[in-house]
Nanobody
Framework: QVELVESGGGLVQAGGSLRLSCAAS????????MGWFRQAPGKEREFVAT????????YYADSVKGRFTISRDNAKNTVYLQMSSLKPEDTAVYYCAARNARLGHVSSNEYDYWGQGTQVTVSS
């Protein structure tokens, strides 16, 4: 069982930055690839970024490539999403997820555990 708790969301102006954190419980965090997804009002949940269990492999959605950076600290059982050059269209609830595999996946169906989400609002 893995419990995930996101934090770091908030209100920011367009062009600004935020760093999201996702703290995981348990001693097997390094056995899980991690992903970030987001869901805007009236839209389906969409993939944002993923990182392998060792942190050596990352993958991003085209919409955030070059602006967002995913990273992890296995000693702290935490995964991060550094978001820069934020746009109003980045407004959504952001979720972290854990997949019991070496590599992450772009499909939300491939993940085993989810956090409760944290709201990010970007004003224009």
């Amino acid at each position: 069982q893995v419990e995930l708790v996101e934090s770091g969301g908030g209100l920011v102006q367009a062009g600004g930055s935020l760093r999201l954190s996702c703290a995981a419980s348990g001693r097997t965090f390094s056995s899980y690839a991690m992903g970030w997804f987001r869901q805007a009002p009236g839209k389906e949940r969409e993939f944002v970024a993923t990182i392998s269990w060792g942190g050596g492999s990352t993958y991003y959605a085209d919409s955030v490539k070059g602006r967002f950076t995913i990273s992890r600290d296995n000693a702290k059982n935490t995964v991060y999403l550094q978001m820069s050059s934020l746009k109003p269209e980045d407004t959504a609830v952001y979720y972290c997820a854990a997949r019991n595999a070496r590599l992450g996946h772009v499909s939300s169906n491939e993940y085993d555990y989810w956090g409760q989400g944290t709201q990010v609002t970007v004003s224009s």
